[in-house]
């Protein structure tokens, strides 16, 4: 095998975005308004930061079980009727991916609606050059209105 195929390997193993299964339990995640399966997603050992705006209104750094009340609060609160990946628009930065999605939900006391874009940074924690698995965690979110 020539110097550029490794070298190329090698860059495309460093810089592989998550898979589509993985973007799709996000999505399954907010579709179903499930805090059990965004919670599945964060990391154990350090913290998530967690930016929203109006009507939300929150930004702060959580352990994955305080971000699991706060989306278990959010989902109640607000009814999500749309959710999917703007994969065309992800990005790499260092060793992390910046996943964009876009998120529209309804407020269920005053059936007010609402559009965000939301970011999902996204941190590569295990990767295996045998078998080419990988294990992502949700290391930050963050939300702007539309």
Known sequence: MSQFAIILTI?????????????????????????????????????IYLSFPEPISFSDQLTDQQAFFLFQKIFSDYSTFEFYSLSENGEFQNENYILKTRWS??????????????????????????????KWEIIEIKAERI
């Open 105 to 134: 939900f309804k407020d269920k006391k005053n059936n007010n609606q609402y559009a965000f874009h939301v970011f999902f940074l996204l941190k590569d924690i295990e990767k295996s050059a045998k078998d080419k698995t990988e």
């Open 11 to 47: 860059i495309l193993t460093l810089f592989t975005p998550p898979s589509t299964t993985f973007s799709n339990k996000i999505e399954r995640a907010f579709l179903q308004n499930n805090p059990h399966m965004i919670y599945s997603l964060f990391p154990s050992e350090y913290h």
